[in-house]
């Protein structure tokens, strides 16, 4: 059976593997030229710089015009995760999708499933096929982009949470990954045609995952809160680079929100008498503040840990699910 599996896929494999020598082999000069530009300008002991919280104004000034610079230079690269981000649609519309429903749609099923291999034992070694290559392609996958996208994301004034950034790195592409197959491949048991499992695919795939990134994301672990003074806000804008930030806004003394979307900075002397005029201050009060609803940037991998459980458990629901039904299929 495994010997049929592997003559029936192996082109697919092939396939796959010349499209992740041709991503590696996109990825790797880019990805070496973007972290010797970013070790040459000294971008790390930035970063160090921007998140102590013993940073002075002048030293944070300075290395974040020197992270503009370098965002400047290669900022354009990180539109190529763009093609990465669709990479596990992809697999599960390829993969997944014409698993079952090609077979049913073509007829051949009828001779694959009156043979001696049970149809419980036919789709366990297909679908358990297809899982390990699916998780290994997306495990290279996953490791490489975060590999690649390392300078980029600490450069970048985005934090790592940020949707592009977040979607195309780290462990969240293996689930991702498996869940597309799996959606696939339960689309293909329950509408036994290619173009209807194709479709529900594609549905489902994108409608969960904008669902999960706009209303459980944020939400995963409690949020925190920060509040400092718009006099002197410098330091504490620094002190927050990385952090996802949910919300923000100015409130004024009484904690009433005034200024939803924005920060402001006054010179450190702005709320003394006889200090400079600061227009915020003047227009929302000697008492107005910054304020901050944000996950702190230490929770990436416990938030990547997270939402890659979520969608390996659907994909382990979903084929549980196609094997039950598969029995029923005529």
Not at 48 to 76: K, M
Not at 178 to 201: D, E, H, I, K, Q
Not at 283 to 303: M, S, T
Request: with cysteine; net charge positive.
């Amino acid at each position: 059976m495994m010997w049929l599996t592997w003559r029936q896929h192996r082109r697919q494999v092939l396939v796959t593997g010349a499209a992740l020598l041709v991503l590696a082999a996109l990825m790797v000069p880019t990805g070496l030229m973007t972290r010797n530009a970013y070790a040459d300008k000294g971008l790390a002991e930035c970063v160090g710089v921007l998140t102590s919280a013993q940073s002075t104004p002048d030293r944070a000034e300075a290395c974040n015009r020197a992270l503009h610079q370098f965002s400047d230079q290669f900022g354009s690269l990180s539109m190529l995760g763009v093609l990465f981000l669709v990479l596990p649609l992809v697999v599960g519309l390829f993969w997944g999708a014409p698993l079952v429903a090609r077979e049913v749609e073509q007829g051949t099923h009828r001779f694959a499933w009156t043979q001696g291999v049970s149809r419980r034992r036919w789709a366990l070694v297909k679908f358990g096929f297809v899982a390990v290559v699916t998780t290994v392609v997306a495990v290279v996958y996953g490791l490489g982009m975060s590999w690649w996208a390392a300078p980029l994301t600490q450069a970048a004034e985005q934090s790592r949470f940020d949707v592009f950034f977040f979607d195309m790195q780290g462990a969240v592409p293996i689930g991702y990954t498996l869940f597309a197959v799996a959606l696939g491949v339960c689309a293909g048991v329950f509408w036994p045609r290619m173009m209807s499992a194709m479709a529900v695919t594609l549905g489902g795939f994108v409608g969960l995952r904008i669902v999960l990134t706009v209303l459980a994301r944020p939400h995963y672990l409690p949020q925190e809160t920060r509040t400092f003074p718009i006099a002197g806000a410098t330091a504490d804008l620094s002190a927050s680079f990385g952090d996802w930030i949910v919300e923000k806004g100015i409130r004024d003394a009484s904690g009433t929100m005034v200024l939803s979307g924005a920060q402001a900075n006054c010179p450190p002397d702005a709320s003394e008498p006889g200090g400079a005029t600061c227009r915020p201050l003047v227009e929302f009060g000697d008492g107005a503040y910054n304020w901050q609803l944000y996950q702190p940037a230490d929770r990436f991998w416990l938030f990547q840990g997270i939402e890659t459980g979520i969608f390996v458990a659907l994909a382990a629901l979903l084929l549980y699910l196609a094997a039950r039904r598969i029995r029923r299929v005529a």
